[in-house]
């Protein structure tokens, strides 16, 4: 674990890999799984050794379709980044959306925003969970986060920008925003539609989660139907979508908070990982790249992408703090705790200066 992780008594703050992996040693993976990927942190950790040359040349074709990219530079060919500057030499950071776009439903709103940094030296990593509800203050605009990336969408295809270049200026966008939050800048976003966050799950066979509490809920307007009864058990894509997303229920409206769900979402992340590090999921990792090229984009260039997945392919889980912005409910808003923002700050700085 990060010698300099922060430490907080707040309603559990952090969710590391490591106390995950001790709790759930003797069961089966305890846990867990997100619903974005964020995938690029997914595909960082996805080549194992032995198998690195097969999966980058079997994803290459895969990679290109996800990265934007690669047709967005002065002379609408390839970005190359020099060696020396890139994420194999220097770190990294990133914003991971998960967008609630899903077969008979969904919009553009980001229903998972994380942000993450990686270092190439010291092969250490930190993820941080913010609620979906966190207010913002931007560009004289008010807004919860989650409503940004589809308001930057949406301004970019009112001035006529095709569907990549709307995505690419909404990343833009986000980067922006959550660079001022946290203080840090941030290099490439990655988002992953509810969709690719199912399929992953499919493509794995499904992952072990400890189903904390009873969770029933539907919904006739977007086909929800959430029926998962606590504790441990296999969970497909569809359901684990369901674990991650459950809010509330009719009996319960405040059955669970989205701080809550933050914690299934790092919880959920790191049983992905750990399925995809399994001697089982290492056969599948060029399917589930495969699987997500059509749900997953990023405007990392495709290059950087495979060195990213040949610098960290064999990163310690253990190296990886996991942690959840808290804050205070002020209806309509979660109003950010200025300790947990400055840990989180601390945390990302961290990573990166060492």
């Given at each position: 674990m990060a010698s300099n992780k922060p430490q907080t008594n707040q309603n559990n703050q952090q969710v590391t890999a490591s106390r995950v992996a001790t709790k759930g040693?003797?069961?089966?993976?305890?846990?867990?799984?997100?619903?974005?990927?964020?995938?690029?942190?997914?595909?960082?950790?996805?080549?194992?050794?032995?198998?690195?040359?097969?999966?980058?040349?079997?994803?290459?074709?895969?990679?290109?379709?996800?990265?934007?990219?690669?047709?967005?530079?002065?002379?609408?060919?390839?970005?190359?980044?020099?060696?020396?500057?890139?994420?194999?030499?220097?770190?990294?950071?990133?914003?991971?959306?998960?967008?609630?776009?899903?077969?008979?439903?969904?919009?553009?709103?980001?229903?998972?925003?994380?942000?993450?940094?990686?270092?190439?030296t010291t092969k250490k990593g930190a993820v941080i969970a913010m609620p979906r509800d966190t207010k913002i203050n931007y560009q004289d605009r008010t807004r919860k986060v989650n409503a940004f990336y589809a308001n930057f969408y949406t301004a970019a295809q009112k001035n006529g920008a095709d569907k990549n270049e709307a995505m690419r200026q909404a990343k833009d966008g986000m980067k922006q925003l959550l660079g001022e939050f946290y203080g840090v800048p941030f290099q490439y976003a990655v988002s992953v539609n509810f969709q690719g966050f199912m399929d992953v799950v499919d493509v794995l066979g499904g992952i072990e989660v400890d189903v904390d509490m009873r969770m029933r809920w539907t919904d006739s307007h977007d086909g929800t139907n959430i029926d998962l009864h606590p504790g441990l058990q296999p969970l497909d894509g569809k359901q684990t979508l369901d674990f991650v997303r459950f809010r509330q229920s009719k009996d319960n409206p405040n059955a669970s908070s989205d701080f809550e769900r933050n914690t299934r979402q790092t919880v959920v992340i790191n049983a992905i990982l750990k399925k995809m590090m399994s001697l089982g999921g290492v056969t599948k990792i060029g399917n589930v790249i495969e699987e997500v090229s059509e749900d997953v984009h990023t405007d990392m260039p495709s290059e950087e992408i495979t060195r990213l997945l040949t610098t960290y392919y064999n990163i310690n889980m253990d190296n990886i703090t996991f942690m959840t912005l808290q804050g205070k409910w002020s209806n309509p808003y979660v109003e950010a705790d200025a300790q947990s923002l400055a840990e989180a700050q601390q945390l990302l700085q961290s990573i990166i200066s060492e």
């Open positions: 040693s003797k069961k089966k993976k305890k846990r867990p799984v997100l619903k974005a990927f964020l995938f690029i942190i997914i595909f960082a950790l996805l080549v194992v050794v032995g198998y690195g040359a097969y999966i980058v040349i079997k994803g290459n074709e895969a990679l290109k379709d996800i990265s934007i990219a690669n047709n967005v530079d002065d002379g609408g060919g390839k970005v190359t980044i020099p060696v020396k500057d890139s994420v194999k030499a220097k770190p990294v950071t990133m914003v991971l959306l998960g967008i609630d776009q899903r077969k008979g439903g969904g919009g553009l709103n980001t229903d998972v925003i994380m942000v993450a940094a990686l270092n190439p």
